[in-house]
């Protein structure tokens, strides 16, 4: 059985940082490409950064030079190091695993809450 436990979020205020981690078990962690989605109260979800099975990185242009996503293989576990946090990035975060072949194999935590406010 997969699973994906995010961890990490909670309530900063603007300016702040917070890591959020995601934990997987029962895949081979390292074929999967991996994304951390957020989604706001009325608002539909929204790619926040991405990390590819060898390591390329790509971030939506909001968070770019503020998020930086990063994977530990050995750990089977994705990182999303949020700084520079603003009112904007409140929302929960989602961490997702793809692995796109003859089928797509595709994986959702259940998400943790980011609260960005004074």
């Known amino acids: 059985q997969v699973q994906l436990v995010e961890s990490g979020g909670g309530l900063v205020q603007p300016g702040g940082s917070l890591r959020l981690s995601c934990a997987a078990s029962?895949?081979?962690?390292?074929?999967?490409?991996l994304a951390w989605y957020r989604q706001a109260p009325g608002k539909q979800r929204e790619l926040v950064a991405e990390?590819?099975?060898?390591?390329?990185?790509n971030y939506a242009d909001s968070v770019k030079g503020r998020f930086t996503i990063s994977r530990d293989n050995a750990k089977k576990t994705v990182y999303l190091q949020m700084n520079s946090l603003e009112a904007d990035d409140t929302g929960a975060y989602f961490c997702?695993?793809?692995?796109?072949?003859?089928?797509?194999?595709?994986?959702w935590g259940q998400g943790t809450q980011v609260t960005v406010s004074s």
């Open positions: 997702n695993a793809r692995n796109v072949g003859f089928t797509t194999l595709d994986y």
């Open positions: 029962g895949l081979a962690f390292s074929i999967y490409g």
């Open positions: 990390i590819s099975k060898s390591g390329t990185t």
